[in-house]
């Protein structure tokens, strides 16, 4: 009886070695796997298991097939370990087309360096770059990852853009207490759970996805990759317990960890005091702390304490004038306390296109903290790390979304403000003085507020006069004109200016013969990407929504007669509009061009994106429109 | 007891230096320098370097051994917003065996409150941060506190390296404008130290009775970015050290050597000739396809490609292979050096005669041959001469063929590692960047265009467009022309694998002219990627660096339609550089309903020296006005 077992025991051993042969050959890859894929998953066996709020686990199995030289991202392995996360037993196997095992690499043969783009050390990154001297090619990985509390869980990323998905398995294994939540995201895959004791099992497993393309300004991965979120419900991070089955309570525990970071000295509270003596309005009172934040403290990224979830004290600022986006929040926080005036902390997830915090799945979505000042109307909201924002605006990195207002009463989900074209604006006002050459003197005049006006103070303001003339050119993509001189506000202000005074030795693109063409504008007034798809899947994403104006006005000398000007042109969508009107005055022998172009919304619904692509077609066709004059 | 003496060392050391200069000592700072609102010899910078003093002392000191022992001074005005940055400072060290440290770090940062009296902010100790990034990597950061604009800062350190024989390079010149630089080395006179200058700027004569060698430069411009710029190495003013010798009363050596003695020691190295020497397992493949070709340059090209397939460089560089080329082929990944090695190995071992040559790469600066010494150069490649033929090869470039020299070492010096044939040798080449273009158009009555056209890309074009072929990039790159709208529906290329025949790209387009009113307008330059003019700032510093020359050739048929006539077509031009180091020529010709162009953009040189800017400023000027130019048509 034994000796049968043993036998049954080694056949289902060798008809299970047979049957995974087949998953490190790229042969045997079914033709609908590999139409438009990068990379294939062959065999994914995920396990996250979660002993207690203390430990966890995760456990990777991967064989991954790539096909090309696009998917060579999948070649790379990259783990990070820090306090909270070890990288432990890791190794990675590399066959050829033909399944054939070329390699294994212990991870004593990975490079290992130590991270972190402050101060102190952030943690650990082990990586390792696999060769491949031809495609396709067939990459295992095993490894394990050890986590120390488990305030934030690794999710299940089910299937990425140009991808595709033979077999793979996430199963979370976890003591009922704690416990875990999940939340699918773009998915209806159910797991199927089961029980063992005191131990609940999360079983998800998929087969033969076919890869999706990935369209351009999609926005965040989140808003379209299927993905199930893990969140603790009770859970330990150093010495601090917490609670996440709520917003409220892992505000709570946020709290705690600001506990004894706020308060300044009495003098300092006087200090500011006096500052805001003549204020009247909690707005006024802030505006002026703020504005001298900006102007005497700085941004410097220090990562200590607490996973880098704890500031520090107000004090520290209050010494070094610096600190990292916590710790300058947690001050003006402070001197704000010292006048009156009760503003909150607010976790947020900072960045141009964010992913989405569920309302009803309370876990870390965040990595910024900013200021916010609530108002029976028209709230206050502070980003404590920028030295160039007006007071109370925000900007695309920290608005249009969701973020966990921390009060005394515990966290509160609150909507960050939503973007609104009139906020970026830039108006451009060209006066072109065209000689009997066919030269000019063209002086510029451009105006902006909102990220317009932002982007500029930090990429333009601070440089080099050349390197200004270098920008207008290459960045803003003025025509290159021979002499150039180019001046600005003197200080930050709102709306910020900019003067280019510039001459041309030839203003017109080209002639025929007698007839001389000119650009109604100088520079592009439209320039987003939109490229043509059959048909859009996905939502569009601009940066923000923003309007243009721009006046150019052409002066003619004698012996100049107006051949055509363009039509009045006008495009109307619900999400975006741009008109342009043309005159010609015969008696001082101008043409002047007003052109409006407004980006309402951010998003644009992928219904909508043939609309959006008849607005960019008709667009361009007036931009690239001639203005011609005939030479007498 | 050995602290003791290396404190009161210490002390005494500072005793004995002196600056040449009489600088505020630190900790004092005059007014003035608070107030100052821009840099006098660098306008508009965004920060100014007021003084950078280093001095060192190598000196024996009981128990310890040799020591060199530096002390650092550095203070900075802030001028703009963005030179705050400049406050988060950065030192880095080599840590293993303790071989070097930093210590003794003290800061303080100076500012005028509102009354104009000066605020001083020390830095704290415990805002010192020390961290290793690894075995061989440490830095030591801080953040001055309390800067804003306006600010001086200063801050000094001590850096102890267990070394009599290394002094590093010091650069008198940095991204930002420097005032005063200075550096003070203090030595035994039975070391001797030979040195080698960088500079554009005069050094301040010697004045004696002075302690040690001063080398000093004042008002230093911040180096720039400059398009088509071969790297900052060949430009950065600074000074380098090298010790040639030991003469003391005990003993003595003489470091100076040539590069005949050099490659003798080279072949004799660990970690170098001897390094090439170890055996290569599981070469099984490369060996059944040798066997089978007769040729030496077919033997080259397939080792080359073997390796080059093979291997995955880590992106690093160092002219030794220290784990040595087995382990690199094991783990199929190595630096530069590993790499070629693994090539020269296997080279020999098909009977080829390969040797390893010793380059600098462009971005590492141009050598001094009549220097021999290796800290020169960055990393080995390999190098075959078989009869008139020479072969210079970097198996860790993914793109480039056996038979091109890298374009990184192109026109570079380099030295041939072999006893009886080695010795320097200048990397020269005709081989250029070049490629054909022909399309055929068809415009219909509504403006709207269909056609193909076939790309042919050669020499270093080659590799360009295989790079972008690879990642996916070729498309975007055709569709991107300036005056018109081109869709490619179709794209082919063709002689992939085979790296000794053009490139070939073949494209089904489609798409639609530009138009104003009745005008419509037809470029001529379609699919070269000219892109818009590089050369737009007013003057220049560094050499201008196109790597190699290039070649563009744009032959066109545009078929119009019966509704259109030709309103006006550009002039057929010649333009030539008066050293006809670039020519330009283009010729329309009209028959009938077809239009014909023929477009030629020679840069026959690979690099201008700064001083010809004014010239090729002027050049560019007038070529992209000239590619701006336009056959314009009318509906009738």
Redesign the interface.
């Known amino acids: 009886m034994k000796k049968i077992l043993t036998f049954l025991i080694l056949v289902l051993a060798v008809t299970n070695a047979v049957a995974q042969i087949n998953i490190y050959s790229a042969l045997s890859i079914p033709d609908s796997l590999k139409k438009d894929a990068d990379a294939v998953v062959r065999d994914e066996y995920i396990k996250v298991l979660v002993k207690d709020k203390n430990t966890a686990r995760l456990e990777v199995h991967e064989v991954i097939t790539v096909l ?3 998917g060579k991202k999948y070649l790379s392995f990259v783990q990070f370990s820090d306090k909270f996360h070890v990288l432990d037993d890791a190794e990675i196997k ?1 066959y050829d087309i033909l399944g054939n095992k070329k ?1 294994t ?1 212990a991870q004593k ?1 990975m ?4 991270y ?1 783009e402050g ?3 952030e943690g650990k990154v082990t990586y ?7 495609f396709p090619l067939t990459v295992e990985f095993n490894y394990t990852i050890k986590y120390r509390g488990i305030f934030s869980l690794p999710g299940y990323d089910m299937q990425s853009p140009w991808q595709s998905v033979q077999h793979s398995v996430f199963e979370v294994e976890v003591s009922s207490d704690p416990g875990v939540r999940y939340k699918l995201v773009n998915t209806n895959n159910q797991p199927v759970i089961t029980h063992d004791g005191n131990k609940d099992i999360y079983h998800w497993e998929q087969k033969n996805l076919i890869a999706y393309k990935l369209e351009k300004h999609s926005g965040s991965p989140y808003s379209y990759e299927p993905t199930v979120f893990l969140g603790p419900n009770k859970f330990q991070l150093d010495d601090y317990d917490g609670d996440m089955t709520s917003w409220k309570n892992f505000g709570d525990w946020i709290n705690n960890l600001y506990l004894k970071t706020t308060g300044l000295p009495d003098d300092k509270k006087l200090f500011y005091q006096a500052m805001v003596k003549n204020a009247v309005t909690d707005r006024e009172k802030a505006e002026i702390l703020y504005s001298y934040m900006q ?2 403290m ?1 941004y ?1 990224s ?1 990562q200590l304490g607490i996973g880098g979830l704890r500031p520090f004290p107000a004090s520290f600022v209050d ?4 600190g990292d986006c916590k710790a300058l929040s947690n001050y003006l926080k402070s001197a704000l306390d010292a006048v009156g005036v009760k503003a909150s902390i607010v976790i947020i997830q900072g960045g141009m296109n964010p992913r989405n915090v569920l309302e009803d799945f309370p876990a870390n979505y965040f990595n910024h903290a900013i200021l916010c000042i609530p108002q029976l109307k028209d709230t206050i909201w502070l980003e404590c790390t920028s ?2 924002l007006p007071f109370a605006e925000l900007g695309p990195f920290t608005e249009n979304r969701k973020a966990m207002m921390v009060t005394d009463n515990g966290g509160v989900l609150v909507n960050t403000p939503v973007s609104n074209y009139n906020t970026n604006t830039e108006s451009v006002n060209t006066v072109i003085e065209v000689n009997a050459d066919g030269g000019a003197k063209v002086n510029a005049l451009c105006t902006l507020k909102g990220e317009g006006r932002d982007n500029l103070l930090m990429r333009f ?7 200004k ?2 920008y207008f ?2 960045e803003k993509e003025w025509k ?1 004109p ?1 002499i150039f001189d180019i001046s600005t506000s003197p200080n930050k202000n709102n709306p910020y200016v900019v003067n280019a005074k510039m001459e041309y030795e ?1 203003i017109y ?5 007698s ?1 001389l ?1 000119f650009e109604p504008r100088l520079y592009p007034i439209f320039d987003e990407e939109i490229p ?1 798809y059959e048909k859009r899947m996905r939502d569009y994403y601009f940066t923000c929504p923003y309007q243009a104006f721009d006046t150019t006005v052409y002066k003619f000398p004698a012996g100049y007669a107006l051949e ?1 000007m ?2 009045n042109k006008s495009v109307s969508k619900p999400f975006a509009q741009y008109t342009c009107t043309y005159t010609w005055d015969v008696n001082t022998h101008t043409l002047s061009s007003v052109a409006l172009l407004q980006i309402k919304e951010r998003v644009i619904k992928a219904a909508d994106y043939t609309a959006l692509y008849d607005f960019k077609k008709q667009v ?1 066709e007036d931009v ?5 004059m005939k030479k007498e | 007891m050995k602290r003791t003496v290396l404190i009161f060392f210490l002390l005494s050391f500072l005793l004995t230096a002196k600056t040449q200069d009489k600088l505020p000592s630190f900790g004092k700072i005059d007014k003035a320098d608070l107030e100052i609102k821009d840099c006098d010899f ?5 920060a100014l370097v007021l003084f950078d003093v280093g001095e060192m002392e190598i000196r024996y000191v009981e128990n310890l051994g040799w020591l060199s022992e530096s002390i650092y001074r550095v203070r900075i005005k802030i001028l ?5 940055d400049r ?2 400072v950065t030192l880095h060290y080599y840590p293993k065996n303790r071989l070097e440290e930093i210590t003794n770090v003290t800061g303080i940062s100076y500012n005028l409150d509102e009354n104009g009296k000066i605020v001083e ?1 020390k830095l ?1 100790n415990r ?1 010192v ?1 020390d ?4 075995n061989e990597s440490a830095e030591v ?3 001055l ?4 604009v306006g600010t001086v800062f200063e801050y000094k350190y001590r850096h102890q390296r267990k070394s009599y024989s290394y002094i590093p390079t010091w650069y008198f010149q940095a991204k930002i404008p420097v005032k005063y630089s200075a550096l003070n080395i203090v030595i035994p006179e039975y070391f001797l130290f030979s040195t080698q200058t960088t500079l554009r700027q005069k050094m301040d004569d010697e004045k004696k009775n002075e302690t040690g060698k001063w080398y000093i430069l004042r008002n230093i411009p911040g180096l720039k970015d400059e398009p088509y710029s071969a790297g900052t190495r060949d430009y950065i003013q600074r000074v380098e050290f090298k010790l040639t010798g030991i003469n003391s009363p005990t003993y003595n050596e003489d470091f100076r050597t040539t590069w005949a003695k050099v490659i003798t020691e080279l072949q004799e190295d660990e970690d170098f000739g001897k390094a090439i020497k170890k055996n290569l397992k599981g070469t099984s493949e490369l060996d059944a396809k040798l066997a089978l070709i007769p040729s030496t340059e077919e033997k080259v090209r397939t080792v080359y490609k073997y390796v080059q ?4 460089w ?1 992106e690093s560089y160092g002219i030794y292979s220290f784990k040595g080329i087995k382990d690199a082929w ?4 190595g630096s530069i050096t590993d790499i070629n090695f693994i090539l020269v190995k296997l080279l020999q071992d098909a009977g080829i005669d390969a040797k390893p040559l010793l380059v600098s790469t462009k971005d590492h600066g141009s050598i001094n041959t009549f220097y021999p010494f290796l800290n020169q150069f960055n990393c080995a490649l390999a190098y075959v001469k078989k009869g008139e033929k020479t072969y210079v090869m970097n198996a860790a470039d993914k793109y480039n063929p056996f038979n091109l020299i890298p374009y990184d070492v192109l026109y570079t010096s380099a030295l041939v590692v072999d006893k009886s044939e080695g010795g320097i040798i200048k990397l020269d080449s005709d081989d250029k960047a070049e490629n054909t273009i022909f399309f055929t158009c068809s415009v219909d009555a509504d403006g709207k265009l269909s056609g193909q056209a076939t790309m042919n890309s050669l020499g270093y074009a080659r590799n360009v467009r295989m790079h972008l072929h ?3 990039r070729l498309k975007e790159a055709f569709e991107d022309n300036s005056g018109v ?1 081109i ?1 490619v529906d179709s794209l082919a290329v063709n002689n992939e694998k085979d790296e000794m025949l053009p490139l070939e790209q073949k494209v089904g387009l489609s798409g639609g002219i ?6 419509y ?1 037809l470029p001529y330059n379609l699919f070269t990627s000219l892109g ?2 590089p050369f ?3 003057d220049r510093v560094t050499d201008i660096d196109f790597n190699y020359p290039k070649k563009y050739t744009v032959t066109g048929s545009w078929i119009l339609p019966e509704n259109f006539s030709v ?2 077509l ?1 002039k057929n031009t010649k333009m030539i550089m008066p050293d006809t180091s670039i020519v330009l020529s283009r010729i329309v010709q009209h028959d009938g309903n077809i239009i014909s162009t023929r477009f030629t953009l020679d840069l026959r040189a690979s690099g201008y020296s700064a001083d010809s800017y004014p010239y090729i400023k002027e050049f560019f ?1 007038q070529l ?2 000239i590619l ?3 056959i ?1 048509l009318k509906k009738k």
């Open positions: 090309n030289e696009q590399v390699n690499y043969e490079t290992s360096l130590n972190g101060l102190v050390p390792f770059n696999v060769n491949a001297p031809a102007n005497n700085r410097v220090i010494d070094k004038k610096y030295t160039t303001h601070d440089l080099k006069d050349d390197e003339r270098k050119i290459t290159q021979d030839k693109s080209f002639n025929a013969g007839k063409f043509e055509t363009p039509k361009m690239n429109e001639k203005i011609v | 660098d306008p508009g910078a965004e703009k917003a963005s030179g705050v406050a988060q902010t704290e805002s941060f961290k290793t990034i690894d950061s801080f953040a506190p309390n800067v804003k397939s093979n291997m995955q880590n094991d783990k199929k990944n690879n990642t996916a709208n869709k530009q138009s104003s009113g009745d005008y307008f818009k003019n737009i700032a007013e309103n006006e550009p000027r992209y006005l701006d130019e336009r314009v």
